[in-house]
Nanobody
Framework: QVQLVESGGGLVQAGGSLRLSCAAS????????MGWFRQAPESEREFVAR????????GYADSVKGRFTISRDNAKNTVYLQMDSLKPEDTAVYYC?????????????WGQGIQVTVSS
């Protein structure tokens, strides 16, 4: 069972930057996708970004495209989310995810979440 632990959250002013990290314990496979979701107060959880572990293919939500960058360090088993030009509406709990496929089964693992607060 791969466990995901986020770090790097906190309080930042609008226009500032933060980098989130997600360290994964255990093996991640090249076909896995590592990603980030977020959930603002009284809102549904939403997709932010994801990256394929083996090939670097990445995707972003329209709301963060051009401001956020997802990357990975295979040697460190860590995925990052660089967040620039932050806005108050980026305030949320951010969750690291791992999407996996094994044979006919698939699933998603979640980290415990980390708070990001952007002040205006």
């Amino acid at each position: 069972q791969v466990q995901l632990v986020e770090s790097g959250g906190g309080l930042v002013q609008a226009g500032g930057s933060l980098r989130l990290s997600c360290a994964a314990s255990g093996r991640i496979f090249s076909s896995d996708y590592m990603g980030w979701f977020r959930q603002a107060p009284e809102s549904e959880r939403e997709f932010v970004a994801r990256i394929r572990w083996g090939g670097g293919l990445s995707g972003y939500a329209d709301s963060v495209k051009g401001r956020f960058t997802i990357s990975r360090d295979n040697a460190k088993n860590t995925v990052y989310l660089q967040m620039d030009s932050l806005k108050p509406e980026d305030t949320a709990v951010y969750y690291c995810t791992r999407d996996w496929v094994v044979g006919l089964q698939n699933g998603r693992s979640w980290g415990q979440g980390i708070q990001v607060t952007v002040s205006s």
